[in-house]
């Protein structure tokens, strides 16, 4: 019986111990954007959030949390708030699209519709894969976004649980907003690493920018 409890209580503080830990990494990435006015903040904000996301999950859970999220901020800024306006450029071209296509009608609407979806497709792996391939490897934005699309395609499992994970936030911060700064990125942000580095470990992927 001793055991049990003791198992028990050990699970139980183990949970809160990670609610604390996604909590904390959650409002440290809203103030950091919120530094940047979100268009120059979120995108390193966001990278230095998977970069201790990422450490906890490979068992270096010692680490100064605020300290790493700041190196974190400073040493990838600029990339990151490139990538994020790569990204955000990408998205605005697919919603400026999906506008231009409605005005057609018949075989050309088909076609082209056809080709946005994939696009579409395209762009959300890219979303789900981007910033853990940004912090868990040393590449160039350019390269960051190739590798992800290509593990992203090459893992669709992991697309769908992260997708689904995306979803069911989003339900939940609909009927519960005051979950919102406490959880609206850290969540996501861990069921995605944790995939992503399922899919890495999986797949043994090297990547090769030649």
Known sequence: MAVLIGSGTGWLYRICEWVTRLVYVNLLWLGFSLLGLLLFGIGPATSSMFT???KWLNHDEDIRVFRTFLEAFK????KANLLFILLFIGGCLLYLDFLFIGQFSGTISSMLSGILLLLTAIYL??????????????LTVIQSIKYAIHLGVSSPLSMVIIGASIWLMYEVMVYIPATIPFF???IVSFIAMYRVNIALKKLELTYNPA
Do not use: A
Request: glycine share 4%; charged share 15%; no cysteine.
């Open 125 to 138: 792996v890219l979303l789900f894969t981007i910033f853990p391939v940004f912090v868990h490897f040393e």
């Open 75 to 78: 040493k990838d800024y600029w």
């Open 184 to 186: 609206s990125g850290s």
């Open 52 to 54: 201790v996301i990422r």
